[in-house]
């Protein structure tokens, strides 16, 4: 979860380049950050303690010129997030900014202490810089210094290395962590992410674990640990770089809030054939989906909250049996899963250590995998059997939103997938099921409308220091993930309940100080239900925000309560509505205490450690 870059080019350039790309990386770590620049005469190294602006103003004003670079900023994991702990760390002529996580770093340190490197930092960073200058001497480049040095270490990097020794190359690598390179006519560049390379170069090259980029000024060569050269495809991102700025929207999370209706769209166009009204998913093609007895659905955070709602999509649509799982928590159980359960691992970022490490043991169980992420060649894009991806466009904002709509709508198309494929569906059935599909962008526009009412109740109810949130069916997922978004970014604590739970010890917390948002789409199953709860609440003098799309529950509310109108739609859809008054309540109550909503404290958008 920290950001790397690498620049290689024009001199002028170098010092823009890298802080413009760590800027749009510090949604993954922003607690420090720092750049180490080289040029034939000289080594140049800036860091700073807090947010990307503090390193920027201490290298304004001094005109510094030189064509190779690296950046990094930092979400700590080993040592403080201080000055002398941010990256770039060094040792002789070498220097590296790293993401991931060494696992052996104290043997490696003890052992090199005993060779009599000192060490300056807490990192386990520093320990790889020494690492590679213990093999760095007369005679030997630096990639073979790298290659030397890495041989022992234990965990997952993406690294970039320079030398002032040999000031126009960089030496950048990874294993279990991402990092892309590209080049246009004069530049050339690295990065953990593709934000950080778009505006200069759509031709993406994905590195994957094991591969050496030596990056000089006529090439970009990549290489194993033999020093044998390797191919590797360039591909085209057609992510506009404009799409990554906030297009006029205060925060990333809002306009992704605002984007939900067309990454739906995105991610249902080329699925779909209009023709016959089925779902195509040419990945799956080769999944024998008769022979599945079971699915397992497993995911972390929001993710997670998708995997609860796939749960019901997979069961009612599908009628195959589906469990769901914490990443975090399949990973160390004894697991009664084997090659006749298809596991599905959703991730935003495809990264998630937890959820690749799942992924990794659920194949070793003999399951079949497929991976549903939003970013193409992520890891778990890559380790799965099969992969089908979400179209939501770079997510930026923390607190993931358009991710979470998408990944349900990319469920519900694969639960009709497998439908039809057993024959459990006909045509008939399936053509309707696909058309309340195909409303659903229009229903989510109207849905965003209540942005500025929404406004208007957080400024009620942002004072409050405790919620409750309560939905049934496939609405219990959404007050989960409605009172994560609220947790997330204001910072306010908020407990996502099944309305059923109430009475089984909840109900104990209702007073005045303890607002409940309660979500009752009028749905057949569990209106009545929803209305008990609503009794049972404001008989004991609770506080009640109902998200509703019956009208007549006007009639029922107290002078302090509050209705949220939603438009009417099918149930097994309702929550890619019923969660979008409850991403724009947690956005506005936290826009009022002015936290840091888009990188809110303690987080990153990538957790690649465990
Ligand atoms: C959601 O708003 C949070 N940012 C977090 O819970 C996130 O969903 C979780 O870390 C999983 O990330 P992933 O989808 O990239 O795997």
């Not at 870059?5 to 922003?30: A, M």
């Not at 690598?173 to 590209?182: D, E, G, N, Q």
């Not at 085209?236 to 990454?263: C, S, T």
């Not at 459990?424 to 309707?432: G, L």
Request: some cysteine.
């Amino acid at each position: 979860m920290c950001g790397i870059v690498g620049y290689l080019g024009n001199p002028e350039k170098t010092i823009g380049v890298l802080l413009n790309g760590l800027k749009s990386l510090e949604y993954r770590g922003y607690d420090s950050s720092g750049i180490c620049i080289v040029s034939d005469e000289e080594r140049n190294i800036f860091k700073s303690e807090g947010k990307l602006e503090n390193l920027r103003l201490k290298i304004e004003g001094q005109n510094l010129t030189a064509p190779t670079g690296i950046g990094h900023t930092r979400w700590a994991t080993h040592g403080k997030p201080t000055e002398n702990n941010a990256h770039p760390h060094s040792s002789g002529p070498v220097s590296i900014v790293h993401n991931g996580i060494i696992e052996n770093y104290k043997e490696l340190k003890d052992a090199l202490s005993k060779k009599g490197h000192k060490f300056y930092s807490d990192t386990d960073t520093e320990v790889l810089a020494h690492l590679v200058d213990e093999y760095y001497h007369d005679g030997v480049l630096l990639e073979e210094a790298t290659v030397k040095g890495f041989a022992d270490v234990e965990g997952s990097y993406a690294v970039a290395i320079l030398s002032e020794n040999e000031p126009d190359k960089i030496v950048a690598l990874r294993k279990f962590s991402p990092l892309v390179i590209a080049e246009n006519e004069e530049e050339k560049f690295i990065a953990s992410d593709v934000p950080a390379i778009l505006p200069y170069s759509k031709n993406i090259i994905f590195l994957e674990d094991g591969d050496i980029a030596v990056i000089t000024p006529d090439a970009l060569k990549i290489i194993d640990s033999e020093g044998k050269e390797i191919k590797r495809e360039k591909k085209l991102i057609n992510w506009d770089p404009v799409m990554i700025e906030k297009a006029g929207f205060r925060h990333y999370m809002l306009k992704e809030i605002h984007e939900q209706p067309r990454a739906i769209l995105d991610t249902i166009r080329g699925r779909f054939s209009e023709a016959d009204y089925t779902m195509e998913f040419q990945e799956l093609l080769k999944l024998n989906l008769k022979k599945i007895s079971k699915v397992l659905i497993l995911g972390c955070g929001t993710s997670y909250h998708a995997s609860l709602i796939g749960k019901y999509l997979i069961e009612s649509i599908a009628g195959i049996s589906t469990e769901v799982d914490l990443s975090s928590e399949f990973r160390y159980r004894d697991n009664v899963i084997d090659k006749n359960t298809v596991v599905i691992l959703i991730s935003q970022s495809g990264e998630t250590a937890d959820t690749s490490e799942a992924l990794i043991a659920a194949k070793k169980q003999g399951a079949v995998t497929i991976g549903l992420t939003n970013v193409e060649m992520s890891k778990i894009a890559r380790e799965a059997d099969f992969t089908v991806y979400t179209k939501a466009g770079p997510e930026i904002g923390v607190a993931s939103t358009k991710a979470f709509t998408t990944q349900i709508i990319t469920i519900y198309m694969l639960a009709v997938f497998m439908s039809i494929s057993i024959k459990r569906i006909d045509k008939v059935q399936s053509k309707e099921l696909i058309k309340s599909l195909i409303s659903l962008p229009k229903l989510m526009q109207v849905a965003l409308e209540l942005d500025k009412s929404i406004l208007n109740l957080a400024k009620e109810f942002h004072t409050y220091r405790n919620f409750i949130y309560l939905g049934r069916g496939i609405n219990y997922p959404v007050a989960l993930e409605g009172s994560l978004k609220l947790k997330e970014i204001s910072y306010i604590h908020a407990e996502g309940y099944a309305a059923g739970e109430m009475k089984h010890g909840p109900i104990a917390l209702i007073d005045e100080n303890m607002p409940v948002v309660l979500i009752a789409p009028k749905h057949g199953n569990y209106f009545k239900k929803i209305m008990g709860n609503f009794q049972e609440i404001k008989a004991r003098g609770g506080r009640i925000i109902v998200i509703t799309s019956d009208e007549t529950f006007k009639n029922q509310l107290g002078g302090d309560d509050r209705i949220v109108l939603i438009p009417e739609c099918s149930e097994l859809l309702s929550p890619l509505v019923t969660v979008i008054p409850l991403q724009f309540l947690a956005y506005h109550i936290a826009n009022l205490l002015g936290t840091d909503i888009d990188q809110p404290r303690n987080l990153a958008k990538v957790v690649t450690v465990e």
